[in-house]
């Protein structure tokens, strides 16, 4: 083998040849997409013919390329295909992805840029089929969907997500949509206490199957005696609708979900602490909390696919004795 610059029929130069046959490879051409997923090419040369036998190899190679627009447009399509995927993927609980025609790929939905939030996630349950979501939450996997991310908005009161503002960008960090959706056969949150339900010294609160059989393991009905509330009264009552001076030891979500302690970053790592929050009620503890505060109690669950999900404290009473 050697290499030397090489003179072709016409005189031009194609580089040093290598193996004796075949020129340098050309330059990549330009990108065939002028957005999203396109192919370019190069070649190369057979210069030396010392025999009669072709040069040994492929002149043209081609490889794929992703070409970003200048403004990432938001995607119009008339019917948005979806999907729920993940490492530990369960029906009805993944991370969200729809497929963009645009680029030919299925694209994870950014947990960050995007504010993901209930609502989002409560349409998009909807849009798969399900009856709605019980929490959403965000999840760092690795990306194996190409370069792009999209961002969803929706209001909350649509239906699918061929409603909502979806946003096609480029990716920046792997930080991605999670819902747990709920599913027929599975119960809906309870009802609130009532004050009586014609028993004396009871209170009462009713659940009901999503899909509106009778096919839900356990009870649709629970009862619980005024005169134990009393016992532990200066412990678990609180006065704010908001929940935010609960200070009781509920330590469960509302869907059953067993919270993770205040004081540890896992699975969940998080910033509320007692140092962020000192008057949260906070602590080396998992009970239900409410220390920003938003709409009720809540903790993170040790369930590493769900994130946080509310608490079911009860009503809040008028006053609290001591």
């Given at each position: 083998?050697?290499?030397?610059?090489?003179?072709?029929?016409?005189?031009?130069?194609?580089?040093?040849v290598?193996?004796?046959?075949?020129?340098?490879?050309?330059?990549?051409?330009?990108?065939?997409?002028?957005?999203?997923?396109?192919?370019?090419?190069?070649?190369?040369?057979?210069?030396?013919?010392?025999?009669?036998?072709?040069?040994?190899?492929?002149?043209?190679?081609?490889?794929?390329?992703?070409?970003f627009?200048?403004e990432?447009?938001?995607?119009?399509?008339?019917?948005?295909?979806?999907?729920?995927?993940?490492?530990?993927y369960?029906?009805?609980?993944?991370?969200?992805?729809l497929f963009?025609e645009?680029?030919?790929?299925?694209v994870?939905?950014?947990?960050?840029?995007?504010q993901?939030?209930?609502?989002?996630?409560?349409v998009?349950?909807k849009?798969?089929?399900?009856?709605?979501?019980?929490s959403?939450w965000?999840?760092?996997?690795?990306d194996?969907?190409?370069?792009?991310?999209?961002?969803?908005?929706?209001?909350?009161t649509?239906?699918?997500?061929?409603?909502?503002?979806?946003?096609?960008?480029?990716?920046?960090r792997d930080?991605?949509?999670g819902?747990?959706?709920?599913?027929?056969g599975?119960w809906?949150?309870?009802s609130s206490w009532?004050?009586?339900c014609?028993?004396?010294?009871?209170?009462?609160r009713?659940?009901?199957?999503?899909d509106?059989?009778?096919?839900?393991?356990?009870?649709?009905?629970?009862?619980?005696?005024?005169?134990?509330?009393?016992?532990?009264?200066s412990?678990?009552?609180?006065?704010?609708?908001?929940?935010?001076?609960?200070?009781?030891?509920?330590?469960t979500t509302?869907h059953?979900?067993?919270?993770?302690?205040?004081t540890?970053?896992?699975?969940?790592?998080?910033?509320?602490?007692?140092?962020?929050?000192?008057?949260?009620?906070?602590?080396?503890?998992?009970?239900?909390?409410?220390?920003?505060?938003?709409?009720?109690?809540?903790?993170?669950?040790?369930?590493?696919?769900?994130?946080?999900?509310?608490?079911?404290?009860?009503?809040?009473?008028?006053?609290?004795?001591?």
């Amino acid at each position: 083998m050697y290499n030397q610059d090489v003179n072709d029929r016409d005189g031009a130069t194609y580089g040093n040849v290598v193996d004796d046959t075949w020129s340098i490879w050309s330059s990549w051409s330009d990108c065939s997409a002028t957005v999203g997923l396109g192919y370019r090419e190069r070649n190369r040369h057979c210069v030396r013919k010392q025999t009669r036998d072709r040069c040994l190899g492929h002149p043209i190679q081609f490889e794929k390329c992703l070409t970003f627009p200048e403004e990432y447009p938001v995607i119009s399509l008339d019917k948005v295909s979806a999907r729920l995927d993940g490492p530990q993927y369960v029906a009805g609980n993944g991370t969200l992805q729809l497929f963009v025609e645009l680029i030919g790929k299925w694209v994870g939905v950014n947990s960050d840029l995007g504010q993901w939030d209930f609502d989002d996630g409560n349409v998009a349950c909807k849009h798969l089929g399900l009856p709605g979501a019980t929490s959403v939450w965000t999840s760092s996997v690795m990306d194996t969907h190409g370069h792009f991310q999209c961002t969803v908005n929706c209001e909350g009161t649509e239906m699918t997500l061929n409603d909502c503002e979806i946003n096609l960008m480029p990716a920046t960090r792997d930080v991605y949509a999670g819902i747990t959706c709920l599913n027929d056969g599975e119960w809906d949150v309870w009802s609130s206490w009532s004050q009586n339900c014609n028993i004396d010294h009871k209170q009462c609160r009713t659940r009901s199957c999503i899909d509106g059989s009778d096919n839900c393991p356990e009870t649709s009905e629970q009862q619980r005696v005024i005169y134990d509330l009393i016992k532990t009264y200066s412990i678990e009552c609180y006065t704010k609708a908001d929940g935010s001076d609960y200070r009781g030891k509920l330590s469960t979500t509302e869907h059953g979900k067993v919270c993770q302690k205040w004081t540890v970053q896992s699975p969940h790592s998080h910033d509320r602490t007692v140092a962020n929050y000192p008057n949260g009620g906070l602590g080396d503890h998992n009970y239900c909390r409410n220390p920003e505060p938003v709409v009720m109690p809540w903790c993170y669950t040790i369930d590493p696919a769900v994130r946080w999900q509310y608490c079911d404290i009860g009503d809040p009473m008028s006053t609290c004795g001591s």
